[in-house]
């Protein structure tokens, strides 16, 4: 196919799309808005068209038939005045009584100058054509002197006035028609609006009852609306039975493991106990202490902090404390809170979330700074040090749950490696979510946010 002929093809698709996505961007994104404007939009082109077809074709066709009605009696007015002008002042009361009309003889004189159109420019036109087709005289109209028209016909001996309201010639009431449309319009807005707000709220409702539920917060739900919603509403509480049935029974079931791994290694403990001091019973000892402490990381891991509820929690204070600890260990740590300190969360499980990224920071670095900015929908928390840090390309394989970096920086080392996937998965049951970067100071930053 000729170049030039799939540059033709393309350039109105290019067109096209330019003007689509130009569109996009301005239209309404929410669901109210755009079915707001699914019901105006119609209503408003179909009274632009009803309107169009009501000045173009009704209202010309009566100022038509109007404008050739009062042609038809001034002229006539004007051949019976000229062919019986003894019966001149009969003519006279028989044009203000029957045909509505004030006729007035002025002496033999020039016309005026034609006058300006004026805002009524239709019925200049059409008042004119349609003098001009039945008269046959010279004449001059003004159709400027508020409700009145003034026409003047010149004959041999004199010049007619007449004057005559506007309404005789013109179709004057057609702003009742966009009266009734203007209010039906508003009336069935109001109903589509009312009728749409009924149909958004349960829809809202559900949002932000699965907003809620996935912060880890209780939610309560009645489907509500119509059919569809309430489908969708019992879809998502049968979801969330069967979420919270699910954790109910893992964590029954990690009870259980717990209780039966801590009496085996009570057991350990207490036959260590009984046997004779020396460096293979030391030994011993360690291994049932770091397996004591790995079962406990393992179990707290799989179990999470579901069972907690949430709080007003004062993040402020939580990083207070760890300042506080962090300064105990001869470490330098600074704190900068910014906004509003208490968000709802649930206060152990954030505590130790936090507790879990300064422990990585009091491992590396020499110095630690905590930050806080809530914004009011968000609370940013970054944790910074000036440690060895971690490579770029292996900050997302540090939360992979019992994943060992093999670098110096090993945030893990002679621990389970589950800090950080431990972190992540309490940061995000609140919505939020858990990042690592490089630090402005070298060493890693680590980023929570969570939802207010």
Excluded: C
């Amino acid at each position: 196919m000729n170049v030039d002929v799939i540059h033709a093809i393309a350039a109105p698709r290019r067109v096209w799309r330019a003007f689509a996505g130009w569109l996009h961007d301005r239209m309404p994104k929410g669901l109210y808005a755009r079915a707001l404007l699914i019901v105006i939009l119609p209503i408003v082109l179909l009274q632009s068209a009803v309107a169009y077809v009501y000045m173009q074709r009704h209202w010309e066709a009566i100022t038509d038939r109007l404008s050739a009605a009062v042609a038809r009696d001034v002229a006539a007015v004007s051949d019976l005045y000229v062919r019986f002008p003894q019966d001149r002042e009969t003519l006279t009361l028989v044009a203000g009584v029957d045909l509505n009309m004030q006729l007035v003889a002025l002496p033999k004189g020039p016309l005026p100058e034609p006058m300006e159109r004026s805002f009524f420019s239709l019925l200049d036109h059409v008042l004119t054509r349609e003098l001009a087709q039945r008269v046959r005289r010279p004449f001059w109209i003004n159709t400027t002197k508020g409700n009145f028209v003034e026409i003047r016909i010149a004959l041999d001996d004199a010049t007619l006035q007449f004057v005559t309201t506007r309404t005789q010639a013109y179709a004057s009431n057609s702003h009742i028609f966009f009266i009734w449309t203007t209010v039906a319009s508003i009336v069935i807005i109001g109903v589509a609006t009312s009728f749409l707000r009924n149909q958004i709220r349960p829809i809202l409702r559900l949002a932000r009852a699965a907003e809620e539920f996935g912060k880890g917060r209780d939610v309560s739900l009645r489907p509500s609306g119509a059919t569809e919603v309430r489908r969708a509403g019992a879809a998502f509480l049968e979801m969330k039975q069967r979420v919270e049935r699910a954790i109910e029974q893992r964590t029954t079931m990690l009870t259980g493991v717990s209780h039966d791994l801590r009496t085996i290694i009570t057991r350990f403990k207490l036959s260590l106990a009984l046997l004779p001091q020396g460096a293979e019973t030391e030994e011993l000892r360690k291994d049932v202490h770091e397996m004591e402490r790995m079962v406990e990381a393992y179990l707290a891991f799989a179990r999470g902090d579901g069972g907690e509820a949430p709080a007003p929690t004062d993040i402020g204070a939580i990083l207070k404390d760890l300042q506080i600890d962090t300064a105990k260990l001869g470490i330098d740590a600074r704190l900068t809170m910014t906004g509003e300190p208490t968000i709802v969360t649930r206060p152990a499980a954030v505590k130790r979330l936090l507790a879990n990224l300064v422990g990585n920071a009091q491992r590396y670095g020499k110095r630690i700074d905590l930050s806080a900015e809530n914004d009011g929908k968000i609370m940013t928390i970054h944790i910074d040090d000036d440690g060895p840090g971690i490579p770029v390309e292996r900050l997302e394989d540090a939360f992979r749950p019992f994943y060992r970096l093999d670098e110096s920086r090993n945030q893990d080392h002679g621990n389970s490696g589950l800090g950080l996937a431990i972190a992540r998965d309490i940061a995000r049951a609140h919505g939020g979510d858990l990042t690592l970067e490089r630090s402005t100071r070298g060493g890693l930053r680590a980023t929570v946010t969570l939802p207010v």
